[in-house]
């Protein structure tokens, strides 16, 4: 499928071809024209499409009343779904720092990655996903919840550490979506394959080991992608902004080596929660969600964890 994939993706260009008939005179070269049939073949064509489906659709329920840290106030509080420092690359609370604006879903996203201080996120050769800092290490629960979505069927996606591949048909990759309260769902992507340890109906406790950072669906590197969202649907729901409960934040040293984009440099603080923003390395607080509980599933071979980086990991 990998395969099948990625050639129907590059033969679709063949089409191109097609508008050459009109300065070489040639009626024949109209034939290359149904190269462009390869597109529906394409699942992340369809996705496209539920994506643009779905941004018409929130606006019209909400009647254009879009979630907003002005507006919305979480009803549960939210750890970071991982041990340890990250920095945060894409997110942030407001048009301009935000994952995707205009894609409503992903508007409040976060993608993290680790990154050591000299702003490197890989030691060694950056086509090897078990290069990455971040790739292997522990997923946990954001808050008490249930799975009530779970994908675990792709393979890693290629990488060479600057441009994006998806060698999966789908964009989040392997998933998982977490119901927390009414109209509050979260979504964690881009997981290890073979390294999700919950199924759909289980019930999940803040701070739980539920999966491992992976390098599966549309994706440029390893990396944890994260959101919090209305609904279960990731193409209809609305995204929520979330203010992480007890977290230290603190602009990441030569950050701009890896993203020379504007960055606040400094959380947004709401009493002992944090809105935060690209740019920013942030862990946990000392509280529950650093004393992780490994969910233990006998079926399941343990990942091996990636060799050792420059700072250990």
């Known amino acids: 499928m990998r395969v099948f994939i990625c050639v129907t993706r590059k033969l679709k260009w063949l089409a191109l071809l097609a508008l050459l008939r009109f300065p070489l005179g040639n009626p024949d070269l109209h034939l290359f024209s149904l190269f462009w049939l390869l597109i529906f073949l394409d699942p992340l064509f369809w996705q496209s499409l539920l994506q643009i489906g779905g941004i018409l659709y929130a606006r019209v329920v909400r009647l254009g009343r879009l979630p907003s840290k002005e507006n919305y106030v979480c009803k549960r509080d939210y750890v970071l779904p991982f041990t340890g420092k990250w920095t945060a690359v894409n997110g942030g609370v407001d048009k301009k720092h935000s994952h995707s604006w205009g894609l409503l879903s992903q508007r409040y996203a976060y993608d ?10 890989s030691g060694g050769d950056k086509k090897l996903v078990q290069n990455y800092f971040c790739y292997g290490q522990d997923v946990i629960a954001p808050a008490d919840g ?12 290629r990488t060479d550490g600057r441009k994006a591949y998806c060698d999966a048909n789908d964009i989040r990759g392997n998933f998982i979506v977490i119901k927390h309260a009414d109209g509050e769902y979260s979504l964690i992507a881009h997981l290890m394959p073979g390294s999700i340890l919950v199924k759909i109906g289980d019930k999940v406790r803040q701070g739980e080991v539920v999966a491992k950072c992976g390098n599966s669906g549309n994706t440029s590197e390893p990396h944890i992608h ?38 606040p440099g400094h959380p947004e603080t709401a009493g002992n929660k944090s809105y935060i923003s690209r740019g920013l390395e942030v862990e946990n607080g000392p509280g529950k969600a650093n004393r992780v509980t490994q969910i233990y599933n006998p079926a399941q071979t343990e990942p091996a964890l990636p060799p050792s980086g420059p700072r250990g990991r």
Do not use: H, W
Not at 112 to 121: N, P, Q, R, S
Not at 241 to 252: C, T
């Open 226 to 263: 994260f959101q919090l969202q209305s609904g279960k649907n990731f193409f209809t729901s609305a995204g929520l902004p979330v203010a992480f409960s007890d977290i230290n934040a603190r602009a990441k040293t030569n950050y701009e080596k890896l993203d020379k984009r504007a960055r």
């Open 146 to 157: 249930e799975a009530v979505k779970v994908k675990d069927c792709y393979a890693d996606s």
């Open 112 to 121: 993290f990655f680790i990154m050591d201080d000299e702003g490197a996120t």
